[in-house]
């Protein structure tokens, strides 16, 4: 069966790619179509708002977390039902963590899809055709199928840029008028994706006025292919099941999909909330993932009742995962921007500052043992206090070293590291144990 897919990309961040992908995934959605949306790199807010707009859950798709084959799997298993798959790229088409590596390009390659490339066409008239040829000819094996030119002052500006794509052989798709409504609506998508019903509000809007000049269905006339064979998963051990609980409420969301798939083929899951629950449910694993705890501070700080109960569960040895915003919960304090600062659950010695703190990112690996663990670094805080020692040295995506550090109380290990095991062999349990036994070596090793 043929549907369409294919992978939005642009020459630069800041083309509207974000805004465009998500009038499209609305627009299907719309028309009763089944849109099954992924995005290129570790992004976890671009597929949160793609999730509002196609009603539909988006996956991640990261050649630097994952390899080709994990990949392939993933895409194949979320597009086997769908009726139109499109990728969400990430930064400019050929931008990757090493020169190309990981890139939006490599991604399409992967995957044998077309990309579809939006243009900031700004100021622009027939320079926007060695533009294209650049990009359509730059690496062999991707296809440039076909470009919406963005920020258009008028019909007779997108003529130009028309003759400039056929010239080179690229298929223009049409244009987006410049509009100064779609910028403040980019704005209002800020960093925050709690407010549905103003995000929902936006991508309705984004659906009428984007796609007003745009051929959607020459787009997707063009990029119909078959769908790709489904490659077996892999699969955990189901012969124990383990109880997990996962903290997912306004302050603690940044949640890969696959890893909460993959949790689940070896424990049963129950959500609870830091912010309102008093209790924390009987189990063998807590995850605490990232998100905003710093936009609830005072809430989290004041419910005593919860931050009592995962201290004494840290205390006996209970499996703890605290990623980032989750190991900020679990410091000595959280001061914010404006020096407030609030007490958390003190399960570790440092504290946490959003005062003249810099933003810092980048993906991250560390080697524990036989097994290298990936994922990717995103804040704008710093530790500050006495930190423990590194059960693990954390490099980044080209092995340099970095600052970032995995750190172990009992059982419980904290770290701005955001693990992905989504596509791996080993499930989160297992990764978490050779974290802890690590660490525990170091420990013997050092007297």
Not at 282 to 290: A, R, S
Not at 415 to 440: E, K, R
């Amino acid at each position: 069966m043929n549907i369409p897919q294919f992978l939005i990309a642009a020459p630069h961040s800041g083309s509207g790619k974000t805004l465009f992908t998500l009038a499209l995934l609305r627009l299907l959605s719309n028309r009763g179509l089944k849109v099954q949306p992924f995005k290129c790199g570790p992004d976890y807010l671009d597929t949160q708002l793609h999730k509002i707009a196609a009603h539909n859950e988006s996956y991640n798709l990261d050649l630097f977390m994952m390899d080709s084959q994990g990949i392939k799997r993933r895409y194949a298993k979320e597009v086997c039902t769908a009726d139109a798959a499109i990728v969400e790229g990430v930064m400019g088409m050929f931008d990757g963590y090493h020169l190309t590596q990981g890139s939006s390009a490599e991604v399409a390659q992967t995957l044998s899809i077309p990309v579809i490339l939006v243009m900031n066409a700004k100021a622009m008239a027939h320079s926007a055709a060695a533009l294209l040829k650049g990009f359509a000819t730059y690496q062999q094996g991707v296809n440039l199928a076909g470009v919406v030119f963005n920020f258009v002052g008028s019909a007779s500006h997108y003529s130009l840029l028309k003759a400039a794509a056929e010239e080179i052989g690229v298929e223009p798709l049409g244009w987006i008028a410049a509009n100064s409504s779609l910028r403040v609506e980019s704005r209002h998508l800020g960093l925050q994706t709690d407010n549905y019903d103003e995000i929902d509000a936006i991508c309705e809007n984004a659906a009428e006025l984007i796609l007003q000049n745009v051929n959607i269905d020459r787009l997707l006339e063009l990029s119909s292919m078959p769908k790709p064979a489904i490659e077996p998963s892999i699969l955990q051990n189901k012969s124990h099941r383990l109880q997990a609980a996962v903290a997912k409420d306004a302050a603690f969301n940044f949640i890969y999909p696959a890893n909460i798939e993959a949790l689940q083929q070896v424990a049963d899951i129950t959500y609870f909330s830091p912010l309102v629950d008093k209790v924390l449910p009987k189990v063998d694993f807590v995850y605490l993932p990232g998100g905003y705890p710093e936009l609830h501070a005072e809430q989290l700080s004041a419910n005593t009742a919860m931050i009592d109960a995962i201290r004494a569960y840290s205390n006996s040895d209970g499996r703890i995962l605290a990623e980032c915003g989750g190991m900020i919960y679990l410091g000595s304090h959280l001061t914010l921007k404006d020096e407030t600062t609030y007490p958390m659950a003190n399960i570790f010695q440092f504290g946490t500052t959003f005062a003249n703190a810099r933003c810092k990112l980048g993906y991250r690996q560390a080697q524990v043992g036989k097994h290298t663990i990936k994922g990717h670094e995103f804040h704008y805080s710093r530790s500050e206090g006495m930190l423990p020692q590194s059960a693990a040295e954390i490099k980044s995506a080209t092995n340099r070293s970095t600052e970032t550090g995995i750190y172990v109380h009992k059982n419980t290990v904290a770290s701005y590291f955001h693990l992905y095991w989504g596509d791996s062999s080993m499930s989160i349990i297992s990764i978490l144990d050779a974290i802890i036994n690590a660490n525990s070596q170091q420990v013997e090793s050092n007297g």
